[in-house]
């Protein structure tokens, strides 16, 4: 009764009871949200361990029917025997997915077989007509859909229970085999295991949700449910937090509530000390507002808000972008957590060097914001030097030094802008004009910036007076790095001038790209290198492999039914043409780049990573996406002597490319000390001027005409 009482003799008291009561509710919610958050993450996690763990699992076993595959049509059905099939099983590897036996069976029967103890029984089983209804069901589906599917779990005639990965064959659209994959279930259901934990309960079920591996039974209400889909495989993880974890979540809830209700009568006693937590609190909060969690450094929102108020108190000022230099191979080598570390002990050094006439801003990654509040233009100079020689010294984490520069570029409101996404642009304009020259250095924004702005319309519209039928396809010799020898050709697009001056090529992709016509030009480039394919061929009685570059805007459905005419039309075998995906491009859209490249990789084209480490998908991509080669980007090799973290790139391309299986080709060998390098290291192939430039058809025939005299 006497809270009552107090309730209506203090409007004081009132509002720390109302705040008191609104505060116990929302730390009670606060804290089931926190959990729920903090549940999802935990079976975010256990779910891409699980759906990782599964995914290596069928890129092995589909790798392995790949091989199969490739063997089958290389000999050819009719040519097949025992013989050659034992020498192709004795000279690959099985191993690590729980092998029981592998077997081929021309029309469907079963004529060859390979085991470590070899067993008559399934030679001359017929399994188009198998009296098993699933066999049949699987076989006639694999030949229908020219996808791989999979049997099983089921007890094998030869004994045991085992998955069975089946897979057509085709020879000139014609099925001429079945391939088959037959894998220990218990194997595969032991390394299942081995991704549980005693938090959630985990599934895999075939399409039909029927469960394949552990003890979770496919039901509605699944805290999370995906499918994992390879060279059209379909199998779907299942995750359910367990009971134990449960139980432990409901009495951590209940003893929270409970403490809470505790500090909510404290709360009420304590009511003076409300208004000092509560001013705590907004501080907090205007903190997370305005500064960058991971750096301390005020953060977008605080530069919007200063450079406005400067705009309206028409103040001028100097801003600079700057861009850590060489920052993105150490992230990529290193890990995330020591490129964060790194920002954090850089932010330190920018906290100390903040004044009332400088202020530094994270704009985002390792993008940052100099806000230089004066007009005088020296003064702006001496304010930038002591930001690089915060750079002098190295970033020292875990006893190793780490040297990173900056590239800053300098606009002046109201000269180069009136707002703050026009200072921005033009700052960003100038800080990559530097990046792409000096690095490490500063620079002002000019009227020669806005003359070059010019110059790309004047460029587009001279581009413009040129047809496809312009262009021409140039062809540089890959060669192979151990013995030298000429084993195919990377197209490559060339458009000359009326005076015969070459076009700069790069800018005329961008133009196309941004024009919405590089598809036309990557079709018109592999039409053109098909045809030099079948002229070559005929020349030289040889089949050499030819690689073209496609931009990801290109990669579509469209496409490959492109790809499909051109094998017909010129009869070429995939198998000796490589697709280039440009890194530098960027995927809009990496699962459906996946599907397509794995759509492509089924016709038998292999696909290469081209710029690999000078783009966006850095070392993240190998794992995702069906690659066959990885071409280095020339910048690594022209600067691996003096740049420890080029060279440190290139080895890990190296060991991560070997333990996958994809092979490596150097760009721009231009030395033979470079040469040496690349064979030290183990690199396939190369190309460069060392050996020889881009040639036309024309040239390039006598080139090889003058080596088969040699």
Same mark, same amino acid.
């Given at each position: 009764?006497?809270?009552?009482?107090?309730?209506?003799?203090?409007?004081?008291?009132?509002?720390?009871?109302?705040?008191?009561?609104?505060?116990?509710?929302?730390?009670?919610?606060?804290?089931?949200?926190?959990?729920?958050?903090?549940?999802?993450?935990?079976?975010?996690?256990?779910?891409?361990?699980?759906?990782?763990?599964?995914?290596?699992?069928?890129?092995?076993?589909?790798?392995?029917?790949?091989?199969?595959?490739?063997?089958?049509?290389?000999?050819?059905?009719?040519?097949?025997?025992?013989?050659?099939?034992?020498?192709?099983?004795?000279?690959?590897?099985?191993?690590?997915?729980?092998?029981?036996? %592998?077997? $081929?069976?021309?029309?469907?029967?079963?004529?060859?077989?390979?085991?470590? @103890? !070899?067993? #008559?029984? =399934?030679?001359?089983?017929?399994?188009?007509?198998?009296?098993?209804a699933h066999v049949r069901e699987a076989v006639e589906y694999s030949i229908e859909n020219d996808v791989i599917v999979i049997n099983?779990?089921?007890?094998?005639?030869?004994?045991?229970?085992?998955?069975?990965?089946?897979?057509?064959?085709?020879?000139?659209?014609?099925?001429?085999?079945?391939?088959?994959?037959?894998?220990?279930?218990?194997?595969?259901?032991?390394?299942?295991?081995?991704?549980?934990?005693?938090?959630?309960? %985990?599934? $895999?079920?075939?399409?039909?949700?029927?469960?394949?591996?552990?003890?979770? @039974? !496919?039901? #509605?209400? =699944?805290?999370?449910?995906?499918?994992?889909?390879?060279?059209?495989?379909?199998?779907?993880?299942?995750?359910?937090?367990?009971?134990?974890y449960r139980i432990s979540s409901l009495l951590i809830n209940v003893t929270i509530v409970s403490l809470s209700s505790t500090l909510y009568i404290f709360a009420i006693i304590l009511g003076s000390r409300f208004y000092r937590s509560n001013k705590e609190l907004i501080s907090n909060q205007k903190k997370l507002i305005h500064f960058d969690n991971l750096t301390g450094l005020p953060n977008r929102r605080l530069l919007i808000n200063d450079i406005n108020t400067a705009i309206r108190n028409e103040k001028p000022f100097y801003l600079g972008f700057g861009d850590l230099d060489n920052f993105k191979n150490l992230n990529d080598i290193l890990g995330h957590s020591v490129g964060d570390k790194y920002l954090q002990d850089?932010?330190?050094?920018?906290?100390?060097?903040?004044?009332d006439i400088l202020n530094v801003y994270r704009w985002g990654g390792d993008e940052f914001i100099f806000m230089f509040n004066t007009q005088n233009k020296n003064d702006t100079i001496n304010l930038l030097a002591s930001i690089y020689d915060i750079f002098k010294e190295p970033i020292i984490i875990k006893e190793t030094n780490y040297n990173v520069s900056i590239s800053i570029g300098v606009v002046r409101y109201p000269d180069h802008g009136d707002t703050?996404?026009?200072?921005?642009?033009?700052?960003?304009?100038?800080?990559?004009?530097?990046?792409?020259?000096?690095?490490?250095?500063?620079?002002?924004?000019?009227?020669?910036?806005?003359?070059?702005?010019?110059?790309?319309?004047?460029?587009?519209?001279?581009?413009?007076?040129?047809?496809l039928e312009d262009f021409?396809?140039?062809?540089?010799?890959?060669?192979?790095?151990?013995?030298?020898?000429?084993?195919?050709?990377?197209?490559?697009?060339?458009?000359?001038?009326?005076?015969?001056?070459?076009?700069?090529?790069?800018?005329?992709?961008?133009?196309?790209?941004?024009?919405?016509?590089?598809f036309k030009l990557d079709k018109y480039i592999v039409e053109q290198t098909c045809k030099y394919s079948v002229k070559l061929k005929k020349e030289f009685k040889k089949d050499f492999t030819f690689s073209f570059n496609i931009s990801p805007i290109t990669l579509s459905n469209e496409y490959i039914e492109f790809l499909e005419l051109m094998i017909e039309k010129y009869k070429i075998n995939p198998i000796y043409f490589v697709i280039e995906i440009i890194e530098t491009t960027g995927f809009k859209d990496i699962n459906e780049s996946v599907r397509l490249l794995n759509k492509l990789r089924g016709l038998g084209f292999r696909i290469a990573m081209d710029d690999f480490g000078m783009g966006f998908s850095s070392l993240s991509y190998i794992t995702r996406l069906?690659?066959?080669?990885?071409?280095?980007?020339?910048?690594?090799?022209?600067?691996?002597?003096?740049?420890?973290?080029?060279?440190?790139?290139?080895?890990?391309?190296?060991?991560?490319?070997?333990?996958?299986?994809?092979?490596?080709?150097?760009?721009?060998?231009?030395?033979?000390?470079?040469?040496d390098f690349i064979k030290e290291i183990g690199a396939h192939y190369y190309q460069g001027y060392l050996h020889s430039k881009p040639m036309n058809i024309e040239r390039l025939i006598n080139f090889l005409q003058e080596i088969e005299v040699k």
């Open positions: 009764m006497k809270i009552f009482e107090r309730i209506r003799e203090n409007k004081g008291f009132s509002i720390i009871l109302l705040f008191s009561t609104f505060f116990w509710v929302f730390s009670i919610v606060l804290f089931i949200v926190t959990n729920n958050t903090a549940k999802s993450e935990l079976i975010n996690v256990e779910s891409s361990r699980a759906l990782t763990h599964y995914e290596l699992v069928l890129h092995n076993i589909i790798d392995n029917l790949d091989k199969i595959e490739v063997f089958t049509t290389t000999v050819g059905v009719s040519e097949l025997s025992q013989d050659k099939f034992d020498q192709f099983t004795e000279t690959n590897s099985f191993e690590g997915i729980g092998f029981i036996s %592998l077997s $081929i069976a021309p029309e469907g029967v079963i004529e060859y077989y390979y085991v470590e @103890e !070899y067993d #008559e029984s =399934l030679i001359g089983l017929d399994l188009v007509n198998d009296e098993r099983g779990p089921f007890v094998l005639i030869q004994g045991g229970n085992g998955l069975v990965f089946r897979k057509a064959v085709f020879e000139a659209g014609e099925f001429v085999a079945i391939i088959n994959l037959v894998v220990q279930y218990e194997t595969l259901n032991a390394q299942f295991y081995n991704t549980s934990s005693d938090v959630v309960d %985990l599934g $895999i079920y075939d399409k039909d949700n029927n469960l394949i591996f552990g003890e979770l @039974e !496919y039901e #509605e209400n =699944l805290d999370f449910y995906q499918k994992i889909q390879l060279d059209n495989i379909d199998w779907n993880v299942g995750v359910k937090v367990s009971r134990d850089i932010s330190e050094r920018f906290i100390g060097i903040i004044s703050i996404d026009d200072l921005v642009k033009r700052a960003d304009i100038v800080m990559y004009d530097i990046k792409s020259h000096n690095r490490n250095t500063f620079g002002f924004f000019e009227d020669e910036y806005l003359d070059n702005l010019q110059r790309e319309v004047d460029f587009e519209n001279k581009l413009n007076e040129y047809e021409q396809v140039y062809l540089q010799p890959l060669v192979k790095t151990n013995t030298n020898e000429i084993i195919g050709f990377e197209a490559l697009s060339r458009l000359f001038d009326r005076n015969s001056e070459l076009i700069n090529t790069s800018e005329v992709v961008k133009v196309y790209e941004r024009k919405g016509d590089i069906p690659l066959s080669l990885i071409k280095i980007d020339r910048n690594f090799i022209q600067n691996y002597q003096s740049n420890k973290f080029d060279k440190m790139l290139i080895l890990t391309i190296r060991d991560i490319s070997k333990s996958l299986d994809i092979e490596i080709v150097v760009e721009g060998i231009e030395t033979e000390e470079q040469l």
